[in-house]
């Protein structure tokens, strides 16, 4: 049996390396120079530019069963974040797991101390429920939810919003309460991390077996799904090349599955941008993400990757990400003196901040047109079979499951056995 794989994004690469561990004949194309489609790595003077902020939740069922953690060499951020609010800095974290931080956080006035106590009541039952229960039940936003759960408006505000705005690209927080309550139990069963050389790892990691063995075409893209006496038997290639198969699996991002299958997919893109500034010393200690909670704020959150993983900048260089929800109309330059500038603020009276600060300089700014489908309540129902009813036809992507790492590689899971439970009937 020969299975085709368009796309060599983590669904794609799971799935491949599933089906190759089995004895499937495999091959991946791939339209784009390089495998891991949105978790890629750049690399240049020194740095590891990831392509968009991303991080890999340790806890992730789906990525424990699939990668080599030992070998990603895991830098881990600190629990709670840096809250930055009218020229003023708090913290806010989990004292049970962040004790060095436990008395600072404690007396933190912007969050009420029933708040505080709420959030760790909160951690403490999703980390008891099993996954399933997590998702079980009616939907509702997640701010519906947060309020239910008795949180008062100025806690959501200040953060909820930036944090969760961060996962979700939506400060408004109108994404499905599971996804936030997945979530919210991944981080509270264990840390956020950055492999030690970019998030990109995790593609190479997955992907290195199928490409050391050839299984791989990069620079491929995908023109047509070939259809013969209503089955799909391969695929057409953007050189006119065609290429044939028994099973089609099409991993690509939800818009690009739907021109080539011509079936409904999520609809809608969220969109964020992240800029990469280097300096000469670190704008603040520590290992936590930095929120912004002004509400006109253009910096949704930025973090010193090279506190967390020193290995993504030179010796004696430091590297700060920023990230702005959305899109923007500003120039490269005019966006990253904006972000400078509103750094500027959220740091007001740090001396020692605003001093490094000074010495930053832009180094590189990715635009995301798509980084997640909008998850409404009720949307994960209603997502995409990895089976498509059309003979010979699959989907392994995150738009079977829902918008994260740890979806993408479950449905490359599911897909592959899909393929496997058809092949035996």
Known sequence: MHVLIVGAGLAGLTCGRILDSL???VTVVEAGDGIGGRVRSDYADGFTFDRGFQVLFEAYPAARRHLDMEGLHLRRFDPGAIICLHGR?????????DPTAAIDAALAPIVPPFDKL???LLAQRLRRQPIDAVLAGDDETTLAYLRRCGLSEQTINVFFRP????????????????CFRFDFKMLSEGAAALPAHGMGAIAEQ???PLRERGLIRLHAPVTALIDSSGRVTGVRLESGEELSADAVVVATPAPEAARLSGLPMPQGALQTITLYFGGDRPVYQGRKIVLNAASDALVNNAQMLSNVA???APPGRHL???????????SDEDLSRAALADLRRMFAGDTAALAALEGYQPLRIYRLSYAQFPQAP???PLLPDNRSGRPGLYFAGEFTEASSLNAAMISGEKCAAAVMEDRQA
Request: glycine letters at 12%.
């Open 378 to 380: 009720g949307i994960h």
């Open 206 to 208: 997955l992907g290195t």
């Open 89 to 97: 800095r708090f913290v806010l974290t989990d004292p049970l797991r």
């Open 23 to 25: 004895g499937v004949n």
């Open 163 to 178: 944090f969760y705005g961060g996962i979700f690209l939506d400060r408004s927080l109108r994404t499905s309460a599971k």
């Open 310 to 312: 020193p290995e993504y």
């Open 320 to 330: 700060l990400s920023v990230s702005v929800l959305g899109a923007s109309s500003l």
């Open 118 to 120: 709420r959030i760790l």
